[in-house]
């Protein structure tokens, strides 16, 4: 029998219920619904969804694992090369990376390979199924990393498996970097994420919150204590695009905006001390994954939310079951727009946006439409919030205060591509502090390139 042409779809919350609180919006598969979404795998030989996966999970046998109920052999096969499948299974790109080249996908739906990896690790979780193996301290060496995001969590957690003492450093008072404060519960719940980066305690990763390396403890510091330094600081440095009135109040860079109502809890107020603006319309330039971020949190605080995006939906860089949501939630779509300036009242608070109307011509560099402003065309949408998500770039205050570590222009630590290495000996770098913001398990994949090349590196 040849196998179903449509995948499994997963079960959801309606927008209705979910636009109240700040609960997960897909359910998740059953055990039932995992093991027939996973028979239709065609079990092909050369399985490019492998090699389609940053971290190269082997797909094909964590999926023949579940369709034949060995839920435990799953989640194994998932961790031998990823430890945090609850959260990639949740927020990784599938659908542009191991889904893409599915063979499924020639005749129909390709295997909800994202959806599957995080129910295993769903049920594991739910049912006790893991197990953190004993492993002896073994190595003379003592290697530091610096962040704790994903890039920083799986390096570190590779060199504990090996047998290294290791040490983490993160600036914020809860461990997960961007995976915390970026990324909302309705998408990546926190006790997910507290679970997963439970491993590390367990493999006896010691993290130390609040610490600075650059501000509150220095470099050179680190490179006194440790044999190896791995710096994976992320990009939570937000990007402006310089416009009269990105000053007023109100006016918020998604980074802020987001880390006040994920990690400081801003929806809660006065509950948790952090506040954020009373908000009634709320304008999101750019439409990408934070973009959406942000425009949905503004739902579930009862605004008005608006996208406003030079091009058209179809050339955001969002993932399509994002906007999707979105959409569901009553967030307005404001495309072929430009905003020349922020307007504000003569007590400085914000009042609207003025922009400039667009037309799409050829391909520009990304191979989207370039869109061209039309002169004259200015007109004025009244919103009391602004919130500015065109990106982030790494941090300054790593690399300001680091001696020896040279950037490019744009702030991206230089190292070398074939060893991982800046441009000083023994301090390793990786994730979106090397290429810029990208994606959860991009920054894995580097975390699992460097933690190797360091091990080289210390074993000569």
Do not use: H, W
């Given at each position: 029998m040849s196998p179903e042409e449509d995948r499994i779809p997963v079960p959801e919350r309606g927008p209705?219920?979910?636009?109240?609180?700040?609960?997960?919006?897909?359910?998740?598969?059953?055990?039932?619904?995992?093991?027939?979404?996973?028979?239709?795998?065609?079990?092909?030989?050369?399985?490019?969804?492998?090699?389609?996966?940053?971290?190269?999970?082997?797909?094909?046998?964590?999926?023949?694992?579940?369709?034949?109920?060995?839920?435990?052999?799953?989640?194994?096969?998932i961790k031998d090369t990823n430890i945090i499948p609850a959260i990639t299974g949740r927020v990784c790109p599938q659908e542009e990376q191991c889904e893409e080249v599915c063979v499924m996908g020639n005749v129909g739906d390709p295997i909800n390979i994202g959806k599957l990896e995080r129910f295993v690790a769903d049920y594991a979780r739910e049912n006790n199924l893991e197990e953190v193996p004993e492993i002896e301290k073994n190595k003379d060496f003592e290697v530091a990393i610096v962040g704790s995001g994903p890039s920083g969590v799986t390096c570190a957690a590779l060199f504990a498996q090996n047998g290294y003492d290791v040490t983490m450093f993160e600036a914020l008072h809860e461990p997960g970097g961007v995976l915390k404060y970026g990324i909302p519960e309705f998408r990546l719940p926190n006790e997910v994420i507290d679970h997963e980066l439970e491993y590390l305690d367990e493999l006896h990763v010691d993290i130390r919150l609040n610490r600075i390396v650059g501000q509150n403890i220095e470099l050179e510091e680190l490179e006194e204590d440790f044999d190896a330094i791995y710096v994976a600081t992320g990009a939570g440095s937000p990007r402006f695009l310089g416009l009269e009135g990105e000053d007023l109040k109100g006016v918020y860079s998604a980074n802020e905006f987001l880390?006040?109502?994920?990690?400081?809890?801003?929806?809660?107020?006065?509950?948790?001390?952090?506040?954020?603006?009373?908000?009634?319309?709320?304008?999101?330039?750019g439409a990408g994954n934070v973009a959406m971020d942000a425009a949905r949190c503004a739902i579930r605080m009862g605004a008005d939310s608006h996208i406003l995006y030079r091009r058209t939906t179809e050339w955001s860089p969002a993932r399509d079951e994002e906007i999707e949501h979105a959409k569901q939630e009553g967030v307005t779509f404001d495309t072929l727009c430009n905003p020349k300036r922020i307007i504000g009242d003569k007590d400085g608070w914000v009042k609207g946006i003025e922009l400039f109307e667009c037309e799409l011509e050829e391909p520009d560099d990304s191979g989207r439409p370039s869109p061209k402003v039309l002169e004259d065309t200015e007109h004025k949408k009244d919103f009391d919030t602004v919130v500015i998500a065109i990106g982030q770039e790494p941090n300054k205050v790593f690399y300001e205060n680091a001696p020896g570590v040279e950037v490019k222009e744009w702030g991206g630590i230089i190292i070398d591509d074939e060893n991982r290495m800046t441009t000083k000996e023994g301090v390793f770098a990786g994730g979106d502090a090397?290429?810029?913001?990208?994606?959860?398990?991009?920054?894995?994949?580097?975390?699992?390139?460097?933690a190797q090349n360091i091990m080289n590196y210390l074993e000569g």
């Open positions: 209705e219920e979910r636009t109240d609180d700040f609960d997960e919006v897909p359910l998740g598969y059953s055990p039932e619904q995992a093991m027939e979404e996973s028979e239709r795998c065609l079990e092909c030989a050369k399985s490019p969804c492998i090699g389609g996966c940053p971290v190269e999970i082997d797909i094909p046998n964590f999926v023949k694992a579940i369709a034949e109920g060995e839920f435990k052999e799953a989640l194994e096969i880390t006040r109502i994920n990690l400081m809890k801003a929806y809660k107020f006065p509950e948790y001390d952090t506040p954020i603006t009373d908000m009634e319309k709320v304008g999101v330039i090397v290429s810029g913001a990208a994606t959860v398990i991009l920054a894995m994949g580097d975390g699992r390139k460097a």
